[in-house]
């Protein structure tokens, strides 16, 4: 058997985590790049770049937050390193902070508030109304490739991973099925900026949230005055301290959720058959018995994929992180990614491992504080319940080729994969 291929080494002066070209290069590379900044003491400074047909211009640059250890003690200190200012690299106006991310762009006490009224909306009981949902969707997907695809191959991120979470938050919501492919278009568009393929202008990608943002308060409005069995109607129903959603409130809301309810547990269960079909020892053990590790192969899909990569939060004073001083007002950016990768937490972090321990925490949902992700259960159940009915329905399923990526440093989207069964 020949010897492994070492893997790749990057100095420090040639990383530019600012360079779109650093994100659609390849991937040992950037794994290799983080593993530099991770050994690296204290905090690489990277100047923001100009962004194309962008009308704002470039800010002062950040703090890239690449250890596990860092990126939880931040995450957990929402006093100290706040996302009022913009939880993306790119500094926005406020309202548009807010028109596009909701509460994840807020702070307390307005944060607090709404995500006290939305989560009525995720409490364990309504996540558990939609637990049948789930599995007859994921059976119902498995049905139609059977009977869709006679010669046994399509693409597995338009019909597997993308048409479960599509389904299921469009059906909690609501939503009825001849709008689907609308809603999938929206979210393409809304997290494709950077990709060609899906974003084309600034101007088409603020006409698209726009058509989003109205047809979500025609929704709630039509909610709150004809409830129905759907959790719009509980959220535009849901009260704390006197106080309900505004339409407006939830037309942004509902841009935020379900434009990560779609795309980030689409990009996991991509991710994990592809680990699945590269690594056939770990997909044999979960084959084998899917009860007992299923939980933990969930986390280590998530670790292994992280789908967003990084979010950032603002310095509201001088401060430290681990020693190392912040000024007030520094933008710092916490890469997932690289966190999930830490040697100093995860026993050979490279290595996909169902069994893998659920302590240390993997941070793809966050690491904890107010903005830990409000859908992470959800989504887990959804991870769970298409792997386990595609282990057994098409147990022999694998990815036969290489995948499609999608051109972005904040979502480890794939675009496309074709998959083959027997």
């Known amino acids: 058997m020949p010897t492994p291929a070492a893997p790749p080494t990057v100095a420090l002066d040639e990383i530019d985590l600012s360079d779109m070209e650093f994100w659609t290069g390849p991937?040992?590379?950037?794994?290799?790049?983080?593993?530099?900044?991770?050994?690296?003491?204290?905090?690489?400074?990277?100047?923001?770049?100009?962004?194309?047909?962008?009308?704002?211009?470039?800010?002062?640059?950040?703090?890239?937050?690449?250890?596990?250890?860092?990126?939880?003690?931040?995450?957990?200190?929402?006093?100290?390193?706040?996302?009022?200012?913009?939880?993306?690299?790119?500094?926005?106006?406020?309202?548009?902070?807010?028109?596009?991310?909701?509460?994840?762009?807020?702070?307390?006490?307005?944060?607090?508030?709404?995500?006290?009224?939305?989560?009525?909306?995720?409490?364990?009981?309504?996540?558990?109304?939609?637990?049948?949902?789930?599995?007859?969707?994921?059976?119902?997907?498995?049905?139609?490739?059977?009977?869709?695809?006679?010669?046994?191959?399509?693409?597995?991120?338009?019909?597997?991973?993308?048409?479960?979470?599509?389904?299921?938050?469009?059906?909690m919501m609501g939503i009825p099925p001849e709008d689907y492919a609308r809603v999938l278009a929206w979210t393409n568009t809304i997290l494709g900026v950077g990709d060609p393929e899906f974003v084309t202008s600034y101007e088409e990608l603020m006409a698209h949230s726009l058509e989003m943002f109205v047809y979500a308060q025609a929704l709630g409005e039509d909610r709150r005055a004809s409830p129905r069995d759907d959790i719009t109607s509980v959220l535009m129903a849901a009260e704390v301290d006197g106080e309900q959603l505004t339409p407006q409130e939830f037309g942004s809301f509902f841009i935020l959720l379900v434009v990560a309810g779609n795309e980030t547990t689409r990009t996991a269960i991509s991710h994990g058959m592809k680990a699945l079909t590269d690594h056939p020892d770990q997909r044999a053990l979960l084959q084998a018995d899917f009860a007992t590790h299923a939980r933990?192969?969930?986390?280590?899909?998530?670790?292994?994929?992280?789908?967003?990569?990084?979010?950032?939060?603002?310095?509201?004073?001088?401060?430290?992180?681990?020693?190392?001083?912040?000024?007030?007002?520094?933008?710092?950016?916490?890469?997932?990614?690289?966190?999930?990768?830490?040697?100093r937490v995860f026993d050979d972090p490279d290595r996909f491992d169902v069994t893998r321990p659920l302590q240390p925490a993997q941070v793809g949902f966050g690491a904890g504080g107010p903005h830990f992700c409000l859908g992470a259960n959800l989504a887990r159940r959804e991870i769970s319940v298409m792997f386990e009915a595609l282990l057994d329905h098409l147990p022999n399923m694998r990815i036969v080729d290489e995948p499609v990526y999608l051109q972005s440093n904040f979502i480890n989207g794939i675009k496309r994969m074709q998959c083959a069964w027997d």
């Open 27 to 171: 991937r040992d590379v950037r794994e290799a790049a983080f593993r530099t900044l991770r050994d690296t003491p204290g905090f690489i400074h990277f100047d923001e770049r100009v962004i194309e047909d962008s009308p704002f211009p470039p800010g002062a640059g950040y703090l890239a937050l690449t250890r596990h250890a860092d990126i939880w003690a931040v995450s957990r200190n929402p006093t100290l390193f706040c996302s009022g200012q913009g939880s993306n690299i790119g500094d926005l106006p406020q309202e548009m902070n807010e028109f596009f991310g909701s509460m994840i762009n807020m702070d307390d006490p307005k944060h607090y508030r709404l995500r006290s009224i939305v989560s009525k909306g995720f409490t364990p009981k309504e996540v558990a109304r939609v637990e049948e949902m789930i599995v007859d969707k994921a059976r119902t997907i498995i049905d139609r490739l059977e009977e869709s695809f006679p010669d046994r191959t399509c693409d597995f991120v338009e019909h597997v991973a993308a048409a479960l979470p599509l389904e299921i938050i469009c059906d």
């Open 296 to 343: 933990t192969a969930v986390e280590e899909i998530v670790r292994y994929a992280t789908p967003v990569i990084h979010f950032r939060r603002t310095a509201t004073e001088d401060t430290e992180i681990d020693g190392h001083p912040v000024a007030a007002d520094t933008k710092v950016v916490m890469f997932y990614n690289s966190g999930n990768r830490d040697e």
